[in-house]
């Protein structure tokens, strides 16, 4: 387990006085606010303040999870519908890209991210209700979007399938109050409790995104491994050792002290491409933020989701030679499931026959590894995360390791990292509109 995601950052500093990178200096000066937001971290989770450090510890609700999720199986669900938007279903969306779904387990399929209307008639002929199970995922039951669908499914599955509609949803949300709370209760859904002490965008590894990916057959306490791995990594590491503290630090040092507010994600591998979309979420929602009242400016960098290697050759030309603006990181998948082979019969094509016999994993870690080179030799700094390969212990590993290093960022910027009161102004905004 010890070598599950490694962090290489030394293309991430100033190799010369005009090169934009971070300086060790600068990650020296921060060092002792380093240690401070860790203790800041440790001490929240102790008094439980916050609990997405401690989600691998919880064996009685990983148990219920499983025993739910196989309920549904031996009831004949081949599909499972999950309705939710932003941390209540980017993170299952991850995983789910990321890990597919087990031989005896069910496709999960996504609504409520949208209230695009064609998106949901298509989901609604694409499935059996029969074979269905709806996991609705909502903390209070208020949020439109996915209530939107999620009331349209509802009325869906009572058509098709009479008194016994209630059978197939699950309800994942506060287990003491809110609107759909209410419901659950009234029509005997089964409920599963979005912890009060973690935020949606980190509820990944809670019944939010367990359940779902227990549908699937995905070995969830395998994943709940992986991100206990990293916490006690987190907690015996000093910070400025650990991975996840540094990746936090230098991200702030580039936006704060270089004007680099533009930070890439730039997973080599198209299973972690929807992982990037999560940590878009999470990076974002977490840090985007006014330091006080009277704040006009706002701090906090801009996520970007890409993709190698195939934005290379859409966006790696103004990450090379455009405004200054930006970092780069890199994932690279040391191993993956499967590989293949150029065959050797293109030695008979003069222009490719360098590629004869040459494997694509070969090829994809070249790429890499080429990107890296040409932006380091253009003052561009860019680090990159080695994980040893796509399993639910690795990915485990990925989700704590951002989720550690955006809350050191948000110690560090001096904001909440868990309010999000941009968002509440928007839904206040649409709720007038909507005649609320």
């Not at 971290?41 to 196989?70: F, H, N, P």
């Not at 790429?367 to 080179?373: F, I, K, L």
């Not at 560090?412 to 999000?420: A, E, F, P, R, V």
Request: glycine residues 8%; hydrophobic residues 40%; charged residues 25%.
């Amino acid at each position: 387990m010890s070598h599950l995601l490694k962090l290489d950052t030394k293309n991430f500093f100033a190799r010369a006085p005009y090169q934009s990178g971070v300086t060790q200096v600068e990650l020296e000066r921060v060092k002792p606010l380093m240690e401070k937001a860790k203790e800041r971290l440790l001490l929240e989770w102790k008094t439980g303040r916050q609990g997405w450090l401690g989600v691998s510890d919880d064996m009685v609700l990983l148990k219920y999870i499983t025993t739910c999720a196989r309920m549904y199986k031996k009831k004949g669900m081949k599909t499972c519908l999950v309705i939710g938007i932003g941390g209540s279903d980017l993170g299952a969306r991850a995983a789910y890209a990321a890990l597919g779904y087990g031989k005896k387990g069910m496709r999960l399929v996504f609504a409520g991210g949208n209230t695009d209307p064609v998106e949901l008639y298509r989901i609604l002929q694409d499935i059996e209700p029969r074979k269905t199970v709806v996991n609705i995922i909502s903390k209070s039951g208020d949020t439109v979007e996915p209530m939107t669908s999620f009331l349209i499914v509802r009325d869906f599955f009572k058509k098709k399938l009479g008194k016994k509609y209630a059978q197939h949803i699950v309800a994942t949300t506060d287990m003491d109050v809110g609107s759909l709370h209410a419901l659950a209760i009234q029509e005997k859904y089964v409920l599963l409790p979005v912890p009060k002490n973690i935020g949606g965008r980190f509820s990944i590894l809670t019944a939010v995104g367990l359940f779902p990916l227990a549908c699937a057959a995905i070995d969830i306490k395998k994943i709940l491994k992986g991100a206990e791995h990293i916490r006690e990594k987190f907690i015996l590491e000093k910070s400025f050792d650990n991975a996840a503290c540094v990746y936090g630090a230098l991200q702030y040092i580039a936006d704060f002290r270089h004007g680099q507010s533009i930070q890439v994600l730039m997973p080599y591998s198209s299973q972690l491409y929807e992982t990037g979309k999560w940590f878009r979420q999470l990076w974002a929602e977490s840090l985007g933020k006014k330091k006080n009242s009277s704040d006009d400016e706002g701090v906090g960098p801009t996520p970007v989701a890409a993709l190698g290697a195939t934005d290379q050759h859409s966006q790696m030309q103004l990450y090379m030679e455009g405004p200054r603006d930006k970092t780069i990181t890199f994932i690279e998948i040391e191993k993956f499931e499967k590989d293949m082979r150029v065959p050797a019969s293109a030695k008979d094509i003069p222009s490719l026959s360098y590629l004869s016999g040459v494997s694509m994993t070969r090829i994809i870690h070249a790429e890499r590894e080429a990107s890296a080179q040409a932006l380091r030799d253009a003052g561009r700094p860019n680090m990159t995360i080695f994980l040893r390969d796509i399993s639910t212990e690795s990915f485990g590993a990925l989700i704590l390791h951002f989720e550690i290093a955006t809350a050191i960022a948000g110690c560090l910027y001096g904001i909440n990292t868990y309010d999000q009161p941009g968002v509440e102004a928007g839904k206040r905004a649409m709720y007038a509109l909507l005649g609320k």
